[in-house]
């Protein structure tokens, strides 16, 4: 989009949004559902911010454009730079929470420092915060975290796919024993995530796991590559976003270890970290709870938005149907869904960022539901409740080819019964920590 | 022994690719004062710019030239539209425009050239082979080559040519240097431009290494420690920095990461940096500046 077509937009926008609020008679609420979106279009980590902003607002656009918004109420949304930075992140939050006529529906920060830093503000601010695919692994407790909706896959499950993937291609699970595996993760809150998990999984299974940290942004990695050397280990799984995986796949190369034996987390290994590593990373395995691919959604956010040379938010085509693009439509599936679930008990208005709570909190997404949003094979089945916020807890596994993501496994569930416990202990110990009685999910 | 030797060689090498970004702040540093914060954005302006020039179809050494035109055009923009209105203000001023600046070229290199992320690929293949039992990269090897070049065609430049002398004098007394007929806005064009070269040199190697996306910006951090050490003014300076940096850093997080929970490698350099400036203030080869106040 040129300078002067954004210039003309914005103010044919505003004109329009101008007239609208004349329109209305005085005192009267706009039939508006307001999104704030805390994002980046800057930064060290901007194809992610830019391709999730475009998927998520595409598809929040289609809804209006196709259907006149969810149930005749308009979707409105903000966009607010944090340039991926924590304390940018909460001035963000803080600056959209009462706009719109009914304030913030949710947020989603897509960034596991924000969700640290907001934590204790969500339940005194009664707006929830939905982390797809990052944040904090306990908040799928809903009883101790009321406002906090890690959907989808949380860190925890992600992690124990791996550990299965693992297996199968060892020959089963108890071909684990004695093997060796190194977790490579970036020296961070997210990055630290799994390492109790994994310790628990090594003394299930019998395998032995080294922790090795690399300091943030990790773009160099050389050492941590000739430790990994000197261990001599099965597998590898590589914890990292950012430049690093790139840097990673590289050094691996570059010190001889088997690209067939790394098993990444999602954002190590989407197309936009991938292509940089290029040939390097041939070989390299990695889990994706929100998959690669056009869907039936596409299509119509293709004949909807940008047939007759129209345009939507996607500035560069060529990233359509990719890893982050389809992260951004399933928020927008994700969300939307929220509150046409929440219009269900509170009416067909716009609806405030605690009703959308109890939305996201009853959020029944089968696979009759995901056919007729046309995300199926997109977006996993979804079941959530008082007790689990997680919903889901399922990934597909893919392999690079040195040019693109292949799909080498169909949706591998993640093993909860190793997970929960976990979750629960550490629930329970913030609960402790911030003298939070918990809330009995019987009742609910 | 063996991994000791691998670990001290691959620091090195390592160290050689930090010197690559520390020579450009020394370059502006010397001629004009100015800590330059927009030098990490001009490497990933370089880059990108050279990337998608290949990506249009140009052959490698056409887009080299062209990227070289259109870092020499940058500079010239930077004289006219920065130093020149900020001439004989604190370097501070400058410093603080140099931030303006560096947002700048990030955000013109996102609106031309867009936000997706790029491979680069040089034809030096990054795998080791064995030299004495110790594996070495063929690529590190090739960045430390390149840097060698570099720095040596710098020195000669800075000592024979008369443009080169003439900057020398400029760094050394701007009012002096201007008083002997020497002209200071064609010395900054030319300084920073000689910059942009570097930036895309090294945008180039740093781009093959982590492909040409957003994230380079931030790499360019990693040259502070190198410049601490190797002081602000001398291009010999930022050699030496660079490779004890590299080496310290690696050895340190191979013997001292693992009793202090590793991921030490970013932050050790800092540390090490500040406690060599309590004890020779102006770095390795920097100028030990005495004023008369």
Not at chain 1, 153 to 165: A, C, E, R
Not at chain 1, 205 to 226: C, D, K, N, R
Not at chain 2, 203 to 221: E, M
Request: aromatic content about 10%; charged content about 20%; some cysteine.
């Amino acid at each position: 989009m040129n300078v002067r077509m954004l210039v003309k937009r914005s103010l044919a926008g505003a004109a329009l949004g101008l007239a609208a609020t004349m329109a209305l008679p005085a005192g009267a609420t706009p039939n508006e559902q307001y999104f704030p979106m805390i994002g980046w279009r800057t930064g060290p980590l901007t194809p992610l911010g830019v391709n999730v902003a475009a998927g998520w607002i595409d598809y929040m656009d289609l809804l209006n454009k196709r259907d006149g918004g969810i149930n005749g109420v308009k979707l409105t949304w903000e966009e607010c730079e944090t340039a991926y930075k924590v304390d940018r992140g909460v001035e963000c939050y803080q600056r959209l929470l009462r706009n719109g006529p009914t304030g913030a529906s949710a947020y989603n920060p897509i960034s596991t420092g924000v969700v640290y830093a907001l934590l204790d503000r969500t339940t005194t601010d009664k707006v929830p915060i939905v982390t797809i695919g990052s944040g904090r692994t306990d908040t799928t407790d809903g009883s101790v975290f009321p406002f906090v909706f890690p959907l989808g896959t949380n860190y925890l499950s992600t992690n124990t796919v791996k550990i299965k993937f693992i297996g199968m291609q060892e020959g089963g699970m108890d071909k684990l024993k004695g093997k060796k595996i190194v977790n490579l993760h970036m020296d961070s809150a997210g990055g630290r995530e799994t390492i109790p998990l994994l310790d628990a999984q090594a003394r299930k299974y019998g395998f032995e796991v080294t922790h090795i940290s690399v300091a943030m942004p990790g773009s160099e990695q050389q050492s941590a590559w000739l430790e990994i050397r000197r261990i001599k280990p099965d597998w590898v799984i590589l914890r990292e976003w950012g430049v690093a995986p790139a840097v990673a796949l590289k050094t691996a190369e570059k010190t001889g270890f088997p690209l067939n034996r790394i098993v990444g987390v999602p954002f190590a290994g989407t197309e936009d970290d991938l292509i940089p590593a290029g040939s390097s990373a041939k070989g390299f395995y990695v889990v994706h709870p929100m998959p690669t691919g056009e869907f039936p959604v596409t299509q119509e956010i293709r004949k909807h938005l940008y047939a007759g040379g129209n345009k939507g938010n996607l500035q560069d085509m060529s990233r359509m149907g990719l890893i982050y693009y389809n992260m951004g439509l399933t928020y927008g599936v994700l969300n939307t869904e929220a509150v046409r679930t929440a219009q269900k008990k509170f009416g067909n208005k716009p609806l405030t960022g605690e009703q959308i709570r109890w939305g996201l909190e009853n959020l029944n997404l089968d696979e009759k539901r995901l056919r007729e949003l046309g995300v199926w094979g997109l977006v996993q089945t979804i079941r959530t409740s008082c007790r689990d916020h997680e919903g889901g807890g399922a990934a597909k596994v893919y392999q690079w080819d040195g040019a693109k993501l292949v799909q080498v496994s169909d949706w591998i569930m993640a093993d909860k019964a190793i997970t929960r416990p976990l979750i629960e202990e550490s629930s329970a110990k913030y609960a402790k920590e911030k003298g939070i009685t918990p809330r009995d999910c019987s009742k609910e | 022994m063996e991994f000791f030797f691998e670990v001290l060689i691959g620091g090195l090498l390592a160290g050689v690719m930090y010197s690559l970004i520390a020579l450009g702040f020394v370059l502006i540093y010397k001629a004009s004062g100015v800590f330059n914060f927009a030098q990490g954005a001009m490497v990933l302006f370089a880059a990108l710019t050279f990337v998608n020039l290949v990506e249009r179809g140009l052959p490698f050494w056409l887009a080299f030239a062209a990227t070289l035109a259109v870092m020499a055009l940058l500079a010239l923009l930077v004289e006219r539209l920065v130093l020149r209105p900020l001439a004989n203000q604190p370097p501070m001023s400058l410093f603080m425009a140099t931030i303006g600046l560096a947002i700048v070229i990030e955000g013109v290199g996102q609106l031309v050239w867009g936000s997706k992320a790029y491979g680069l690929d040089l034809g030096i293949k990054d795998v080791p082979f064995e030299l004495g039992g110790v594996r070495v990269s063929q690529f590190d090897l090739f960045a430390a080559a390149v840097a060698g070049t570099l720095v040596t065609a710098l020195s000669i430049f800075f000592s024979r040519a008369a443009t080169g002398r003439a900057l020398r004098a400029v760094a050394d007394d701007h009012q002096a240097a201007m008083s002997i007929g020497i002209p200071l806005p064609r010395m900054w064009r030319i300084v920073w431009a000689i910059s942009g070269a570097v930036a895309l040199v090294t945008g180039l190697l740093w781009g093959s290494r982590l492909g040409v996306q957003f994230g380079l910006v931030v790499v360019a951090l990693k040259a502070l420690p190198v410049l601490i050490l190797g002081g602000f003014t001398s291009v010999a300076g930022a050699i030496v920095g660079g490779l004890i940096i590299g080496a310290s850093e690696k050895l340190a997080e191979i013997y001292l990461g693992r009793y202090i929970g590793g991921g030490i490698e970013n932050w050790f350099p800092y540390i090490f940096a500040m406690l060599f400036l309590l004890v020779r203030p102006h770095g390795l080869f920097g100028e030990r500046r005495i004023e008369r106040v």
